[in-house]
Nanobody, 115 residues
C-alpha cells in the first residue's frame, strides 16, 4: 500500500509562487508515474502535470510555462513549483502515483490564489 503525503498549499496573491511537495511511503519500489491533479469547486479533477520514472514530463496546457514538476527518486518525493499563479489556479491539489495499473492518491492540499 502506497501512502502519499502532500504539503505546501496555502493562500497567495495573483502573480505569486508556491511549491507543493508529495512524499511517498510504503510499497514505493514499483512506483512509476507520479503527478499532480487539481479539483476546483463544482468541477472534475483534472491533470496538472506528471513525471514518469524515466523523467518524461507532461503538462496541462493551462499551466505550461508557469508550473514545473520534478522528482527526487532518492527521497521518493515529487514537487510542483507553481509560478505566476492566477485566481483560476485555485483548487485542491492532489498528488498521484501509479504502481502498476493501480493509482494512489494523497489527501489533497488547498491552493487559493487571490486577485
Amino acid at each position: 500500500q502506497v501512502q502519499l503525503l502532500e504539503s505546501g498549499g496555502g493562500l497567495v496573491q495573483a502573480g505569486g509562487s508556491l511549491r507543493l511537495s508529495c512524499a511517498a511511503s510504503g510499497g514505493i519500489s514499483s512506483i512509476s508515474t507520479m503527478g499532480w491533479y487539481r479539483q476546483a469547486p463544482g468541477k472534475l479533477r483534472n491533470l496538472v502535470a506528471t513525471i514518469s520514472s524515466g523523467g518524461r514530463l507532461n503538462y496541462a496546457d493551462s499551466v505550461k510555462g508557469r508550473f514545473t514538476i520534478s522528482r527526487d527518486n532518492a527521497k521518493n518525493t515529487v514537487y510542483l513549483q507553481m509560478d505566476s499563479l492566477k485566481p483560476e489556479d485555485t483548487a485542491v491539489y492532489y498528488c498521484n502515483a501509479y504502481r502498476g495499473y493501480t493509482p494512489y492518491w494523497g489527501q489533497g492540499t488547498q491552493v487559493t490564489v487571490s486577485s
